[in-house]
């Protein structure tokens, strides 16, 4: 039968073919983008990563929030979750499996300057902008860009900040999120 098949299918002509090819390409495509959407919109746990040095974001019960080694607890776990307020489908709270809290700014980084990033309790109406994350990115590399415009990356000293520039103190973060769950 599979034989019958393939002889149909390699006697149709060449365009035919290659326009069946492509139109199969391009479905396949898009599933692996739908799904790697719609794994971020379903609110999973999972580790987050940077790329450069492979350390996860962790928190405990204090509130403080910086790059360890990659161990598997359940403080290296965050829900990527959509917020029920956001007005697009690619903002996201990141909610620590651990502790229940969100990742957020500590203020809003003067021009030029840095601010620290912590947890605080998600729903927070004071913060609720500043644990609104942007996810830009495909394929689990993400950069994440505060509501505010600021940039999540690391200090190079192990904590992490908030960036209101590409390059200060340098490029934002990339992060290795696993989007298939």
């Given at each position: 039968?599979?034989?019958?098949?393939?002889?149909?299918?390699?006697?149709?002509?060449?365009?035919?073919?290659?326009?069946?090819?492509?139109?199969?390409?391009?479905?396949?495509?898009?599933?692996l983008v739908a799904s790697a959407g719609s794994a971020l919109a379903d609110g999973y746990s999972t580790p987050i990563s940077v790329s450069t040095t492979g350390a996860c974001i962790d928190t405990g019960s204090g509130g403080g929030a910086w790059?360890?080694?990659?161990?598997?607890?359940?403080?290296?776990?965050?829900?990527?979750?959509?917020?029920?307020?956001?007005?697009?489908?690619?903002?996201?709270?990141?909610?620590?499996?651990?502790?229940?809290?969100?990742?957020?700014?500590?203020?809003?980084?003067?021009?030029?300057?840095?601010?620290?990033?912590?947890?605080?309790?998600?729903?927070?109406?004071?913060?609720?902008?500043?644990?609104?994350?942007?996810?830009?990115?495909?394929?689990?590399?993400?950069?994440?860009?505060?509501?505010?415009?600021?940039?999540?990356?690391?200090?190079?000293?192990?904590?992490?900040?908030?960036?209101?520039?590409?390059?200060?103190?340098?490029?934002?973060?990339?992060?290795?999120?696993?989007?298939?769950?």
């Amino acid at each position: 039968m599979y034989r019958r098949i393939l002889r149909r299918t390699l006697a149709l002509p060449l365009r035919v073919r290659a326009l069946v090819a492509i139109l199969v390409a391009l479905a396949v495509g898009a599933g692996l983008v739908a799904s790697a959407g719609s794994a971020l919109a379903d609110g999973y746990s999972t580790p987050i990563s940077v790329s450069t040095t492979g350390a996860c974001i962790d928190t405990g019960s204090g509130g403080g929030a910086w790059l360890a080694p990659c161990n598997g607890s359940n403080t290296q776990n965050w829900q990527i979750e959509p917020t029920p307020w956001a007005a697009g489908p690619q903002v996201y709270l990141l909610q620590n499996a651990g502790t229940g809290a969100c990742l957020a700014m500590t203020g809003t980084p003067p021009d030029g300057q840095t601010t620290a990033v912590s947890t605080a309790p998600c729903g927070d109406p004071n913060l609720a902008l500043e644990e609104q994350w942007w996810g830009q990115g495909v394929f689990g590399f993400l950069k994440f860009q505060s509501f505010g415009g600021n940039f999540l990356t690391d200090n190079g000293q192990g904590g992490l900040v908030a960036s209101a520039h590409w390059s200060d103190p340098g490029a934002p973060a990339t992060w290795i999120v696993n989007v298939h769950g």
